[in-house]
């Protein structure tokens, strides 16, 4: 195998180049994702959905913490659990439909 960066040959093995310190195909291969599991996310939409711990999961950061705020500032009116049940409800079924994407989601 050759280095795509210096042209120098490498072990097939090597994550990055002895040479030059370039990662080669095989590094890359290393930092792939596993996709994340639609079982996983139902069951934690179910039990711990309101929180926003399923949307932490498939590294919707942003709309976890949304919730939670809701949550936290509107919860004790009872409209942010309404909001929030709603809004579980609705991401349980996006779910289920294979609507949420982890993998194409980091990449954005």
Same mark, same amino acid.
């Not at 093995?13 to 990055?16: F, G, L, P, Q, Y």
């Not at 596993?34 to 639609?38: G, Q, Y």
């Not at 659990?81 to 991401?91: E, G, K, Q, T």
């Given at each position: 195998m050759f280095c795509s960066n210096c042209g120098k040959e490498i072990d097939n +093995?090597?994550?990055?180049c002895v040479h030059c310190g370039c990662a080669t195909q095989n590094m890359q291969a290393?930092?792939?994702e596993?996709? +994340?599991?639609?079982f996983v996310a139902l069951i934690l939409c179910v039990f711990l959905g309101m929180i926003g711990v399923h949307d932490f999961y498939l590294k919707r950061n942003g709309i976890a913490i949304t919730k939670l705020l809701i949550l936290i500032f509107l919860g004790w009116l009872y409209v942010g659990?309404?909001?929030?049940?709603?809004?579980?409800?609705?991401?349980f079924f996006i779910i289920l439909m294979?609507?949420?994407d982890a993998q194409q989601e980091s990449e954005s």
């Open positions: +093995k090597a994550v990055v290393v930092r792939a596993k996709p +994340k599991s639609t659990l309404i909001i929030n049940f709603a809004w579980c409800i609705l991401d294979g609507g949420f």
